[in-house]
């Protein structure tokens, strides 16, 4: 019996997302086929990766990652000017964790300078995240988006406690929104329903599917993935066809595998590798499942991934 | 492929007598199809109807077993492409790659025989030594199995040679260890099937491209062998991806027999890190065994644990065992939370406990692995059961207080609870783990 290639047949496709402007935005999504099977569907841009920066110093961070960006972690411009000139980053995202109530509580307004002075020094896309305080975001992100406005930028996130005013501010300045649900189809099926229903425009959409670390959950959002590319890819479900971002480092950066000494855990090996291969092994699981857009941290970790990408299109 | 059970009864006697303990042959045959019951159980069942419904029930992907005893592994037998449709049956293995030429031989394998970890109550370790002939010799080949063995008592091996004399030398020192020998090219097939047959083991076979290997598979079962996994030679991470999905598709979707075996692959590379990711594209795809140049610790843990998360049942939730743990140095003055047994909220909780770094007692009630709200709401995670659980586990002989922390998501439990456990005090902690550092931190900074 002659083998023949067996192809699916999608019926839908990605939406496609640019994001940034000028020589160095950067489309996502836009693939016709599953994650990679280019043999049976057009797959037009490569899943891209954004580094992330942090508007107050990364305290909270493993050792062995502040170090990486001791000499430029407490200004977030020149943080992120590193990134992009020193370690070749496609994409900023910055965090601005300092506005959490439980953290600096930074004020909205302090957010938006840091906003301005990061985009001052770069000239790669730049997302923007909230400190995931849903209140609190509602009025970093509002005065976040005022700040950017012109640069073609991915806010998040919205969700379900606070989208309307995300979305309205999303929509004001022109940017590009992440809509985050709980890891669940269903939810983020719901919420781009609501997010469009607002008058934003679904292919300005990218969908969080909510991560989650390798050991630590992995399996649920590689499975929620899944699902939601086959709802865009098979059934052609428009409310599913948003591109997906990952948070990976947010996720990785704190559970036990990429934190605890040698010393504590001899059978684990190193902790600087472990923590390294812990960020990009939860990364190729997301990439697996259908990721467009990965948020990183640690730069072996995201030239590991790179390689990997590069070999998978 | 599956069959209805109207297709399996056109196939029995219709005699309905009953003999195999059902009313009639139609519901013999519902049961055939679900898999409740054998053909066995038919006395009057024609060699024509077990010839087909033997053929039928064949897994599309068959199993193989390397090793002997209760270490031995077993892959195959999958039977979806996506784990959200039915549970991926049995994990890939890892394989550590031991040249014949290395120094350090019996080193490696004892890596091997020492890789086991434990991870959510599950002991995981690297399965497989493949000793490659690098030498060409027999004899040192022949040796290296030998060390290999000794080292790692437990370890299924492969044979890496596609040479029979040195494979004759290497084989007598697995008897009944029930090897993969890798293996079989289309020039050297009679040779190999020979070797496999008569020395127990399974065959590796190996052609360029999936027709190919089809081909070869083909040539191979036709020589009456069945115990094959295939290897195409994809080893960079778009071939792997490509041809293990047309492969898993062919076996299952399109019932091509000549590929449904499991996948043998290599992942290979001088950067550690690149050698960890690419093996990570060939567990999320398909791979059932993995080659590896390299297993320091770090790596196999990553790899070990996406397996275990993989190849996990997603209509069951993972459970953690019902304790009360200890979080860092937790003394007797140490806050005591409770929470449910998914594991997803215990590693969660437990995160963000040792993240605040407050020394505490966490205590993880079985809920039959469901999360907090849902337990609640299963009438799982009740006032009654919280005290009942406090109370039996012994937790007041370690601690000098009596208060407990409960999840914010079940605050309405407080009241109920303080009466069921006289003389306790009952706080209500936040509702999502982040928030506990600073719960804890400010809980310890009053007290």
Known sequence: MAFVVPKETYNGKVCEVEIGTGPRAVKIGGEAALPFLAFEGAVPNKPAIAYEVQDVPPDDWPQTLQDVYKDVSADPAKWAKHCQDELGAQMIALRLIGTHPDRQNRAAEDAAKTVKDVLAAIDVPLIILGSNNAEKDAQVLKSACDAASGRNCLIGKAQEANYKTVVASAMASGHKLIAMSDLDVNLAKQLNILITQMGFDKDKIVTDPMSSALGYGIEYTYSVMERIRAAALFQNDQTMAPPMVNDVGMYVWKVKETMAPEADQPSWGPVADRGIGWEATTAMGFLMAGSDLLIMRHPKAVDTVVTMIDGLV | ?447
């Open chain 2, 1 to 447: 492929m599956a069959l209805s059970g109207v297709e399996i009864f056109k196939h029995l006697p219709k005699t309905n007598c009953k003999k195999c303990g059902h009313p009639t042959c139609l519901a013999f045959a519902m049961k055939l199809a679900a898999k409740q019951a054998t053909l066995d159980a038919c006395p009057d069942a024609s060699e024509e109807a077990k010839a087909f419904l033997g053929a039928a029930s064949e897994p599309p992907i068959k199993g193989i077993t390397i090793g002997a005893g209760d270490k031995a592994l077993k892959v195959g037998e999958e039977t979806v492409l996506f784990r959200h449709e039915k549970k991926f049956v049995n994990p890939c293995g890892f394989a550590l790659l031991i040249k014949d030429t290395d120094a350090d031989v019996e080193a490696k394998a004892k890596a091997v025989a020492d890789s086991e970890i434990e991870r959510v109550g599950q002991k995981l370790r690297v399965e497989l030594i493949a000793v490659k002939n690098e030498s060409g010799d027999a004899g040192k080949f022949a040796d290296a199995v030998k060390k290999a063995v000794s080292a790692a008592p437990n370890a299924g091996i492969i044979l890496k040679s596609s040479n029979k004399a040195a494979l004759e030398a290497a084989l007598p020192a697995l008897a009944g260890k029930k090897p993969l020998i890798d293996g079989a090219t289309a020039d050297n097939a009679d040779d190999m099937v020979a070797l496999a047959k008569a020395n127990g083991a399974s065959l590796a076979v190996r052609a360029d491209g999936i027709d190919a290997v089809s081909q070869l598979a083909e040539k191979v079962v036709g020589m009456g062998f069945k115990d094959i996994v295939i290897d195409t030679g994809a080893r960079k991470p778009k071939d792997m991806i490509e041809q293990y999905t047309q492969i898993r598709r062919a076996a299952l979707k399109k019932g091509f027999k000549a590929l449904g075996f499991p996948i043998i692959t290599c992942a290979f590379s001088d950067d550690p890190f690149v050698e960890q990711a690419l093996a990570s594209v060939a567990v999320a795809k398909y791979a059932s065994i993995v080659v590896l140049s390299d297993i320091s610790n770090w790596k196999t843990l990553g790899l070990i644990a996406l397996r275990q998360n993989l190849y996990t049942d997603p209509q069951v939730p993972m459970q953690v065992s019902q304790n009360v743990y200890k979080v860092g140095d937790a003394k007797e003055n140490a806050p005591l939370l409770v929470t449910t047994n998914f594991s997803l909220t215990y590693f969660i909780v437990l995160g963000e406990v040792e993240n605040s770094k407050v020394p505490s007692w966490l205590a993880v009630m079985e809920t039959e692995g469901l999360s907090v709200l849902t337990a609640w709401a299963a009438g799982k995670f009740t006032a009654a059961k919280i005290a009942q659980y406090i109370q039996e586990s012994g937790i007041e002989g370690k601690i000098s207080h009596k208060e407990l922390i409960i999840p914010g998501y079940v605050a309405v439990l407080s009241g109920a609870l303080e009466d069921k456990l006289p003389g306790w005090k009952i706080t209500v902690g936040p509702r999502e783990a982040n928030a506990l550092p600073a719960f804890l931190k400010n809980k310890t900074a009053a007290a």
